[in-house]
């Protein structure tokens, strides 16, 4: 299927669905990344890498050097981790970038997105760009309140308007909690990230989250993103078109990290923080990193840079981390 018919199919699947052939925005971009047989996640496409026809690149497509960083922060966060099992969630299809370290675990478990994963009594969670892939709400501030966006599906073409009410209570909760901004202010909360980490974190199950991600906090989203954080990549180009191509393009916004260290700390998890993934790796991979560049190996330190240096992943992505 092209991207023309993928992006009509799932047009069609919102029309029928849709109230006065409107959809709440997070509904479309649900459709746009999990509608079954069409969303850009569930079908099974290279998606992440710098070959022909990928999209994006993450830290994971750095290879054995991402899975070595990883399991060295792993023993500084819950020290002897032969007993623990290491659970990534939300790999790309074909990523091998843990299997130098899985002799140091007492296995491995690889869960793609949209899964449900089971988690062993004692586990690192790891989970490299899973929350800026859920769906997210849209909302502005319209005449002195906050209104949730949806679009309209009914015309020619898709357009967004404030819908009359909130999607749903956890919707209507955030906006409450909102301070006010400038008018025709946009806001990007992706609240399914919220949930599908309690999710992860149920179970009582002990050891460490490493999750890896690009995000703010709510105040720096009202500080410095008036036209939001949402936006698409295809074929390694930034877009601000999101509602075209849909199930043909990766549809993200910043995940909110003052709204997800909470979900942490009522899970029973402790010496909770995020902070810059370069501070992270210094912080909890720092011999490892030393046994990187002491190799004297070009590629591998040009690797490292490109992992750690605040011009490239370092300062760009953030990491959350916790144990319990």
Same mark, same amino acid.
């Not at 500084?76 to 299809?93: I, Q």
């Not at 995020?274 to 046994?291: C, I, L, S, T």
């Given at each position: 299927?092209d991207?023309? %018919?993928?992006? @009509?199919?799932?047009?069609d699947?919102?029309? $029928?669905?849709?109230?006065?052939?409107?959809?709440?925005?997070?509904?479309?971009?649900e459709?746009?990344?999990?509608?079954?047989?069409l969303?850009?996640?569930v079908?099974d496409?290279p998606?992440?890498?710098?070959a022909?026809g *990928?999209?994006?690149?993450?830290?994971?497509?750095?290879?054995?050097?991402?899975?070595e960083?990883?399991?060295?922060?792993?023993?500084?966060?819950?020290?002897?981790?032969?007993?623990h099992?290491?659970?990534?969630v939300g790999?790309?299809?074909?990523q091998? =970038?843990?299997?130098?370290?899985?002799?140091?675990f007492?296995?491995? +478990?690889?869960?793609?997105? /949209?899964?449900?994963? &089971?988690?062993p009594?004692?586990?690192v969670?790891?989970?490299?760009?899973?929350?800026d892939?859920q769906?997210f709400h849209r909302?502005?501030?319209?005449?002195g @309140?906050w209104r949730?966006?949806?679009v309209?599906?009914d015309?020619?073409?898709?357009?967004?308007?404030?819908?009359?009410?909130?999607?749903?209570?956890?919707a209507?909760a955030? @906006? %409450?909690?909102?301070?006010?901004?400038?008018? /025709?202010?946009?806001?990007?909360?992706?609240?399914? @990230?919220e949930?599908?980490?309690?999710d992860?974190?149920?179970?009582g199950?002990?050891?460490?989250v !490493?999750?890896?991600?690009y995000?703010k906090?709510? %105040? #720096?989203c009202?500080?410095?993103?008036p036209?939001? *954080?949402?936006r698409?990549?295809?074929? =390694? $180009?930034?877009s601000g078109a999101i509602l075209?191509?849909?199930?043909? #393009?990766?549809l993200?916004?910043? &995940?909110?990290w003052?709204?997800?260290?909470p &979900?942490l700390?009522?899970? /029973?998890?402790?010496?909770?923080r995020?902070?810059r993934q370069?501070?992270?790796f210094?912080? +909890?991979?720092g011999?490892?990193m030393?046994? !990187?560049?002491?190799?004297?190996?070009?590629e %591998?330190?040009?690797r490292?840079?490109?992992l750690?240096?605040?011009?490239h992943f370092?300062a760009k992505f953030q990491v959350l981390s /916790?144990i319990r």
């Amino acid at each position: 299927m092209d991207a023309q %018919a993928r992006h @009509a199919a799932i047009v069609d699947v919102l029309r $029928q669905e849709a109230r006065g052939g409107v959809v709440p925005f997070v509904r479309l971009v649900e459709a746009a990344l999990y509608a079954p047989g069409l969303g850009y996640y569930v079908c099974d496409r290279p998606r992440v890498g710098k070959a022909a026809g *990928t999209d994006f690149t993450t830290a994971a497509a750095l290879g054995p050097m991402f899975g070595e960083l990883i399991a060295q922060a792993a023993v500084s966060l819950v020290g002897d981790v032969s007993g623990h099992t290491l659970v990534e969630v939300g790999a790309e299809p074909g990523q091998t =970038h843990f299997a130098g370290v899985a002799a140091r675990f007492a296995g491995t +478990q690889v869960f793609r997105v /949209g899964s449900q994963p &089971v988690f062993p009594a004692r586990a690192v969670l790891v989970a490299n760009e899973l929350l800026d892939a859920q769906p997210f709400h849209r909302l502005v501030r319209q005449a002195g @309140a906050w209104r949730e966006l949806g679009v309209r599906v009914d015309g020619a073409e898709l357009t967004v308007e404030p819908l009359a009410d909130f999607s749903s209570p956890a919707a209507a909760a955030f @906006a %409450a909690s909102l301070p006010p901004a400038a008018e /025709g202010w946009l806001l990007d909360a992706p609240l399914a @990230a919220e949930s599908l980490l309690a999710d992860l974190l149920r179970g009582g199950w002990s050891g460490a989250v !490493i999750l890896l991600d690009y995000g703010k906090t709510v %105040a #720096q989203c009202l500080e410095g993103s008036p036209a939001g *954080t949402a936006r698409a990549y295809r074929s =390694h $180009q930034l877009s601000g078109a999101i509602l075209d191509n849909l199930g043909s #393009q990766d549809l993200t916004c910043h &995940v909110l990290w003052d709204r997800l260290e909470p &979900v942490l700390v009522a899970q /029973g998890f402790r010496s909770v923080r995020w902070e810059r993934q370069e501070a992270f790796f210094v912080k +909890q991979a720092g011999a490892a990193m030393e046994r !990187i560049m002491a190799t004297g190996d070009s590629e %591998a330190t040009g690797r490292l840079r490109a992992l750690t240096h605040p011009a490239h992943f370092g300062a760009k992505f953030q990491v959350l981390s /916790g144990i319990r």
